[in-house]
């Protein structure tokens, strides 16, 4: 059982470090990974070279550079902004527009940016002024603000998601290309929960239409920013292009496999930040001093999100040559659980460790493992990755909450602790019964 030992170590150093010494979630993946390299035994230096170098040259980690970039340029020329705007002047005049808005616009930032703290920054800083001047009170916009933010993880293509399909563990199992679709799917599912809680919220509260003179008329914000639309658009293009009758045609003319010969999860975000520097022609630098200037304000979230995908992607590498995945299988074997007990023991495991680990640590900690064991149990390995990854979300809604709580709270000016309760009823506890609901196959996906 070196393996679970092995998980054990890498789980309290990154608690510690994180939660204790209060330091990046950057450098305690880095002390995790070499937490484990001692439980390799003799082979330590060759194992810890080999999950490091699979790790920096998995064309996954590129891809999710390119994302962070894409969210980053979108921010900046305003493209955002304008989305907002517009999903603003459709749904902001009904009762509870504003949390209408907040609940619509982190669905669609989620399957574009994918980063659960700006999520929460870029919605937040926007509707939660407008909630509270629409008589919802402090602590439960800051809780729909936090609560929303975790469809970054439930929608295609995000850092969690290229983690576990990425992972030694999981990478046999699951080609990045069958995911997308299941994800999708389960991602609209968890969108329909938010839609529910969001419902709930506004019946409780005495929320009034926003004032016409909080949002822009339909026609204008239409005229500004009907074209962000683009953005879900050139998304599907590689989607079809990779799936279905049109990659069967194309395949058979070309004499290849076009699924395969059309990388996704890179091509998406090049045509998004192609669409995006299109639509944001006007806010982009004229001159390399500006672009270069540019290029740096964005390194701080590359230096973040880099380190940290790079060293979960050994992390889970290495805790793969313990033999991890067989023993931990093996163990909750051993227990002979009905399927849905299974589920339900996963995914306390992976909320537990999600409360005080970002969503990509949660993945390289026990994401990886859990797809593995609900494989073994006869789960389809889609069903098991979408239900992990909705376990996952969860970041924000388990005390102490990751950095999308505190993101809300702040612009809100609540105590967090607030916010935990319902955070707990109306998120966490919903989505582990979505995620089992999905493994179960009650929840189609």
């Not at 669409?275 to 806010?283: N, P, S």
């Not at 390289?364 to 789960?379: E, H, P, Q, S």
């Amino acid at each position: 059982m070196i393996g679970i030992w092995a998980l054990g170590a890498y789980l309290a150093v990154i608690l510690l470090w994180t939660t204790l010494l209060k330091r990046s979630v950057g450098e305690a993946m880095i002390i995790g990974f070499l937490a484990v390299l001692p439980f390799t035994g003799a082979a330590a230096a060759q194992v810890g070279w080999a999950s490091l170098y699979s790790a920096v040259t998995d064309e996954i980690v590129y891809a999710t550079m390119a994302f962070v970039f894409m969210g980053y340029l979108l921010d900046k020329t305003g493209v955002l902004d304008k989305l907002i705007d517009l999903l603003n002047s459709m749904i902001g005049g009904v009762k509870g527009g504003p949390a209408w808005v907040s609940t619509v616009a982190s669905a669609g930032l989620g399957g574009v940016v994918h980063n659960q703290a700006a999520i929460a920054a870029t919605v937040g800083s926007v509707t939660i002024p407008w909630m509270e001047k629409s008589k919802l009170d402090k602590p439960a916009a800051a809780t729909l603000v936090a609560g929303n933010a975790g469809m970054g993880i439930t929608f295609p293509f995000s850092a969690s998601m290229f983690v576990l399909v990425g992972s030694a563990t999981v990478g046999p199992l699951l080609d990045v290309n069958d995911l997308v679709l299941p994800l999708l799917v389960g991602g609209l599912w968890c969108f329909l929960h938010r839609l529910v809680v969001t419902w709930l919220l506004v019946r409780r509260s005495g929320m009034t239409p926003l004032d016409p003179a909080h949002r822009l008329a339909v026609r204008t914000a239409f005229g500004q920013g009907w074209a962000t639309l683009l953005l879900f658009v050139v998304v599907a293009v590689p989607l079809i292009l990779t799936s279905g009758a049109i990659a069967s045609a194309l395949s058979d003319w070309t004499g290849g496999d076009v699924a395969k010969s059309l990388s996704v999860i890179v091509w998406i975000p090049v045509v998004l930040i192609i669409t995006g520097a299109l639509l944001g022609w006007k806010l982009l630098p004229r001159n390399g001093r500006a672009w270069w200037d540019l290029l740096q304000s964005s390194a701080p979230r590359f230096g973040v999100v880099g380190i940290t995908v790079v060293f979960a992607f050994a992390g889970a590498n290495a805790l793969a040559a313990t033999g991890l995945p067989k023993q931990m299988t093996a163990l909750l074997g051993q227990m002979n659980l009905p399927l849905w007990l299974l589920a339900i023991l996963i995914g306390l495991i992976v909320i537990a460790v999600a409360a005080p680990l970002s969503a990509t640590a949660t993945m390289a900690a026990v994401g990886t493992v859990g797809v593995a064991t609900l494989v073994a149990a006869g789960v389809p390995a889609t069903t098991a990755a979408v239900a992990v990854l909705v376990f996952s979300s969860c970041e924000a809604a388990v005390p102490p909450g990751g950095a999308p709580l505190y993101v809300a709270c702040g612009i809100a000016d609540v105590n967090p602790i607030k916010t935990f309760s319902r955070l707990l009823t109306h998120y966490a506890l919903p989505l582990l019964g979505i995620g089992v609901l999905i493994i179960l196959g009650i929840l189609p996906i």
